[in-house]
């Protein structure tokens, strides 16, 4: 198994942050794009379990969209082969003291690197 190939660790990197990018700015296109289009698609939020990309698309549709700036810190991105990467981080915002962590699966499909699991969480 090769673990973190320099390549596969920019793609995945560079979709990581194009996802961070589009979550901070609210493109939920850029956000549904990201995601693989699955009834399998799990999104298990701070306040909600998303199961399937239908739930996770109306959650994003009902989400408002000022506050999201945030600063990310400790992320770790782990390849593993060509097509499977996990990305996690901690993430905090302006205002509040609360460390948020989030945690996502990535897998590589014909279309590119899609999300298929995500979990979000805040300490304390």
């Known amino acids: 198994m090769n673990i ?6 920019d793609e995945v990197s560079t979709a990581f942050y194009r996802y961070e990018q589009a979550l901070v700015s609210n493109d939920t296109a850029v ?9 399998l698609t799990v999104r ?9 990309i239908e739930a996770i698309r109306a959650f994003r549709a009902a989400r408002p969209s000022a506050g999201l700036d945030r600063q990310l810190r400790n992320t770790v991105i782990t ?3 060509h097509d499977y990467a996990v990305c996690s ?6 205002g509040t ?12 499909f ?3 690197w899609r999300i298929v ?8």
């Open 79 to 81: 390849t593993f082969g």
């Open 110 to 112: 014909d279309e590119g």
């Open 31 to 39: 956000l549904d794009e990201l995601f693989w289009h699955s009834e």
């Open 4 to 9: 973190n190939q320099p390549n596969v660790v």
């Open 117 to 124: 699991a995500a979990q979000v969480s805040l300490m304390g």
């Open 89 to 94: 981080t901690e993430f905090t915002r302006e």
């Open 44 to 52: 298990l939020g701070a306040g909600e379990n998303l199961y399937g």
């Open 97 to 108: 003291a609360r460390i948020g962590r989030q945690q996502q699966t990535w897998v590589r």
